[in-house]
């Protein structure tokens, strides 16, 4: 069973970039697609960004495309999230998940990690 770990979430100006970091246990990392997604209070959990086994695929929501951009290190069991040109909107729980294909339902992922709360203010 795999264990995801986020970490790099904080509180930031519109304007500003985070890094979001997902660390994952175990030595089937390269067996699963992963993603990010999040979730803001009142809303439903939606998908952000999604990479393939390999990396070679990557696959965004249009809300995030040009501004955010999803890579994973094999080697350090580790998925990121480079987020850029922060808008206020980006405010969410952020999630990091995999599965296998990188798909934007929910359903499909079988770990998810704890979360890690982004906060942009105006």
């Known amino acids: 069973q795999v264990q995801l770990v986020e970490s790099g979430g904080g509180l930031v100006q519109a304007g500003s970039s985070l890094r979001l970091s997902c660390a994952a246990s175990g030595r089937t990392f390269v067996a699963y697609a992963m993603a990010w997604f999040r979730q803001a209070p009142g809303k439903e959990r939606e998908f952000v960004a999604g990479?393939?086994?390999?990396?070679?695929?990557?696959y965004y929501a249009d809300s995030v495309k040009g501004r955010f951009t999803i890579s994973r290190d094999n080697a350090k069991n580790t998925v990121y999230l480079q987020m850029n040109s922060l808008e206020p909107d980006d405010t969410a729980v952020y999630y990091c998940a995999c599965g296998s294909v990188p798909s934007a339902l929910v359903r499909v992922y079988i770990a998810w990690g704890q979360g890690t709360q982004v906060t942009v203010s105006s």
């Open positions: 990479i393939s086994r390999s990396g070679g695929g990557t």
